[in-house]
């Protein structure tokens, strides 16, 4: 089988193309790791099922908490905490990384006790398709808080490397903040970091690729998650994905995470396996590095198919291994 396969990502060699997606847990507390997190993941790794475990995305700070039970990489604190997952997941025989993320107007006054925050003044549906956009307007950051940002994305990477993990995932999907960057539905803004060119929507990432990097070195693992395609009239395409890839990819990155982006992490009316392979096809025939694709994947047999087809050199399953702990254990 094909998903059997070792593939090398980076530095790394990964022991399959099977991938644990970045799904919320909702087991911590005030962003700290409990034993039901842990036991989350011991469920969840046991065996070595997966050749990478991406691990929930984490605040980078506390005004981009995405909800109350969301894991925090934004406090010295937290290392330890953070180190305990990546111990249960190495132990269980895969390479773990961290997803770090803010959630921009996503994020709301009654956990964060702040005003949210954004590229411009618009609130969008943030994480998940049905929820509702946040009522309280974002205040558009200021290009020094956009770099005040910046720097607490690096230190929750350097976090990270303190916890023991072999790499980050930088999390620019699903209409948080940095996809309201990315997405010319959101990204009104005027300036250097501008919704007009593609070099402003991607402006902020490249100075987070080339930070993040300095932070974690050249041997550790970078993937970086991009809400590809909004699939609305005036938002992202797939042929910007595929700009913004090649450059993300010149910039540092070793993998490309393909999903939604306004989206968020569903496609109204497509519910087969693969359903964002459009995209990761067309990034993956313009890419030299790995190309990894989440998305309504239910049975090892539907990976297989999507690799077949060359939709992508990795997949992910997010919801299916959430619901039900044991999946993929054939894959042992």
Known sequence: MLIKDKIKVGSFELRNRMVKAPIHSETC??????PETEQHYEERTKGGRFGLVVVEHSFVRKDGMASPTQLSSSR??????????CDIIHKNGSTAILQISHAGCGASRDFTGEQPVSSSNISVTCGWPNAK????????????????LEEAYFRAAERAMKAGYDGINLHSAHAYLLDQFFSPLINKRTDAYNGYTLEGRTRIHMELIKGIRQVIGDKSL???RLG???????????????????????AGVDLLDISGGTCCYARK?????GYFGDI??????EVHIPVLLTGGVRTVQDAE???????????????????????GMELI
């Open 269 to 273: 009316g497509h519910n087969y396996p």
């Open 228 to 250: 590809g395609c909004d699939y609305t009239v005036g938002g992202t395409t797939i042929e910007e994905a595929v700009w913004a890839c090649r450059r993300f990819e010149e």
């Open 222 to 224: 970078f993937a970086l």
């Open 280 to 285: 990761s096809e067309a990034v993956k025939k």
């Open 76 to 85: 010295d604190s937290d290392i330890d905490g953070l180190k305990r997952i």
């Open 305 to 327: 198919m999507l690799l077949k087809e060359e939709k992508a050199d990795m997949i992910g399953v997010g919801r299916i291994i959430t619901a039900k702990p044991d999946w």
């Open 29 to 34: 507390v005030d962003g700290k790791v409990t």
């Open 133 to 148: 956009p946040n009522p309280e307007k974002p205040k558009p950051l200021t290009v020094n808080e956009i770099h005040d």
